[in-house]
């Protein structure tokens, strides 16, 4: 995110445990959020991203370290007098009122006087595409519009800051693609920053200015959904990020490193001489080519198709390659695997994530293609 947009939150070497335990939810974190940003807090469960939105929202208060919001210490104010409001993935409507008085809530609370209220829950219904429902029932509502009405109640309050703690958890499949884009379009409509909650890849590359990559209480990675696909700093954010062929490998100069029995040209430089690393390879950025002696030769292990590609494991110097490829193969085949200088992306030796990469199915299991 560019420096010259206005950091509106900063959390600087935030730390917290639970206290019936000793080890660390936030290990010294420090996180810089922008104004009008849509930013998504991405990892496992128990990474640590919900308890960064309690603190950011004033549900929880941190052990060590500082919030800033515009510059001002906030880490004692209390959660109503901050400019923040939240989305729970739970939408807590009221189900004994209608859509506009739900909406109309916290503006009645704040003693705003009726003209407008109506002014403001009208055209907030409009935002979230929900005019002419304000007489609905909330039972009467679906998922999806039962969130829009969530949405339009904590932002008629005009916050500067929206949090929402993985809002699309409880829709279906289609239905949380459509509301990935219609959140998207509300945020860039309001010019509001938008922090969002979620363990779902695919959602925090769809939606987001910024996605930070967290696990075990600490940030893994910040950057664009482009750099943290394309260029993952370490193999838990390579392996978390879509799937990844995570191979060990050693550095021997800039632009040389040596992984699967051979050496190869990258694009890659700044590190020690004979340094061991991780080397990522995207499953789509290989290329199945005839075998010979100018590639890596492979045996393949299963095919199974995945509708838009084939998703292809070949069996090459004692490790599983995942190949994502247009065209098909035949178990059993030997075949080369091709890929550029460009699509090698080589990263420091780190811990791996304990994410299953690859188990070699069953025939039945794998669709085989025979």
């Known amino acids: 995110m560019s ?123 409009d935002v979230v595409d929900l005019h002419g429902f304000d007489k609905r029932s909330i039972n009467a509502l679906s998922g999806g519009q039962q969130q829009r009405v969530a949405i339009a109640r904590a932002l008629v309050n005009n916050p500067k800051v929206l949090l929402l703690d993985e809002p699309l958890g409880a829709l279906d499949l289609k239905l949380r693609k459509e509301m990935q884009i219609e959140l998207k379009k509300i945020q860039q409509r309001l010019s509001i920053t938008f922090i969002y909650v979620t363990h779902d890849q695919e959602e925090a590359l769809t939606m987001s200015d910024t996605v930070v990559v967290m696990n075990k209480g600490e940030i893994q990675q910040i950057g664009t959904p482009q750099d943290i696909y394309n260029e993952p700093k370490n193999a838990f954010v390579a392996n978390f990020i879509g799937e990844s062929n995570i191979l060990p490998g050693i550095m021997h100069r800039d632009y040389m490193v040596e992984f699967a029995g051979n050496n190869f040209d990258c694009v890659d430089k700044g590190f020690d001489e004979m340094e061991p690393v991780d080397v990522v390879i995207r499953p789509e950025d290989i290329v199945l080519v005839p075998a010979s002696d100018e590639v890596l030769n492979g045996v393949v292990e299963t095919v199974t198709f995945k509708g838009v590609h084939y998703e292809i494991v070949v069996n090459a110097y004692s490790d599983y390659w995942i190949i994502h490829s247009t065209k098909s193969a035949k178990v059993g085949d030997v075949v080369g695997i091709s890929f550029t200088p460009e699509d090698i992306h080589v990263m420091k030796k780190s811990e791996m994530p304990k994410i299953t990469r690859y188990t070699i199915p069953s025939n039945e299991e794998a669709g085989e293609d025979e």
């Open 3 to 125: 420096n010259s947009k206005n950091k509106i939150i900063e959390l600087k070497n935030v730390s917290m445990s639970f206290k019936d335990s000793d080890t660390p939810v936030l290990n010294n974190i420090s996180l810089d959020i922008y104004d009008k940003e849509f930013i998504t807090l991405l990892g496992p469960s128990g990474c640590g991203k919900t308890t960064t939105l309690r603190i950011i929202g004033g549900f929880a208060t941190p052990d060590k370290g500082d919030l800033l919001f515009n510059g001002k210490k906030i880490n004692d104010l209390p959660p109503f007098k901050r400019q923040v409001n939240t989305v729970f993935q739970k939408y807590a409507l009221f189900p004994h009122l209608n859509v506009y008085d739900n909406v109309a809530f916290g503006l009645r609370i704040a003693k705003v006087n009726e003209k407008e209220v109506k002014q403001r829950v009208e055209a907030m219904l």
